[in-house]
């Protein structure tokens, strides 16, 4: 038997939401063709992917190994399928900005592809804050930027929204609140709460919490992504990120679900940036395409003018 595209579809689906069931729904399949497909995969590879619970199914050792390969395999087979010829015509340097945020969760694949895709574009990348990266397409600095669109605030910068990341709670496994379907600020209240700063997320997150006239308990602020999602997975609190950021597996390998939150809680919005007045270069035109083609096509462009 060979290996099939479909198990290790199913197979990731499974891990990521950690119940058969849940995942069959998610693919618009039958519960027994997921476990089917797990099944086979399992003795493919002559080992147990998951522990089968009452909760649900969670990774063996060697189930978290697979899933990284498993990404690797379904983004190449994504990459070979949606690729263009690459672009002869496109050339020179292109000096691009990125907030820690896109650069750490967002970017490196993306820049991978257009190295393939448009070998004579040099891209350099930067990592500033967004006063910074602001500041820097005004001076000429970068010639463009991928940013958190939502938090540009000069009126001489170009924004073009690629894609909205919903934020959601992130719990510890077994959390009483994972048994619900979505749950409110105020339900969040009661629970300790790990608050992001990086990329001005605790401004972002105290207008939602404003608006709805709810006010977190805050135990431990952090500017770290990673320690968010240590603490969350070790029972410390709760938060609210993004799905962009959102992994299903703690370092220690411990999961962290996600719950949808029924106030109104602003997404997090991802897209390009350049000066109102910057005359764009042939390896300017290739970088926005590019992300057109990936996100936006045939959808209808999200500006700030």
Known sequence: MSLTLRQVR??????????ISQAAIH??????????????LEGLLGTLLFQRSAQGMSLTDAGR???????????????????????VRASGLLRVAASY????????????????????????????ERQAIEQGLLESEFDMAVVLTSNLTHPDIVSETLFNSERRLWLPSHHPLCERSA?????VTREPFILLTVDEAEQSAM????????????RVRTSSVEAVRSMVANGSGVAILSDL????????????????????????????????????TPAMH????????????????????
């Open 183 to 187: 749950v409110s600020l105020a339900d």
């Open 10 to 19: 199913y197979f990731v689906a499974t891990a990521e939401i950690g119940q």
């Open 207 to 218: 207008r939602y919490w404003e608006h709805a006239h709810q006010q977190p308990n805050v």
């Open 286 to 305: 290739a970088f926005r395409n590019y992300f057109h083609d990936a996100f936006l096509a045939p959808q209808q462009l999200s500006a700030r003018r």
């Open 245 to 280: 950021v959102h992994r299903p597996w703690s370092l220690e390998g411990k999961r962290i679900e996600t719950v949808t939150i029924t106030d109104k809680v602003t997404p997090m919005s991802v897209g390009l940036a350049w000066h109102r007045e910057r005359e764009f």
């Open 101 to 128: 945020t896109v650069l750490g969760y967002f970017l490196p694949h993306h820049l991978q592809r257009l190295e393939h895709w448009y070998p004579d574009v040099t891209i350099d990348v930067h990592e500033r």
């Open 27 to 40: 693919l618009n399949i039958s519960q027994s063709a997921v476990t089917t497909a797990i099944k086979e």
């Open 65 to 87: 190994h697979f899933l990284n390969r498993a990404y690797v395999i379904l983004r190449s087979v994504d990459d070979a399928l949606n690729s263009p010829l690459p672009d």
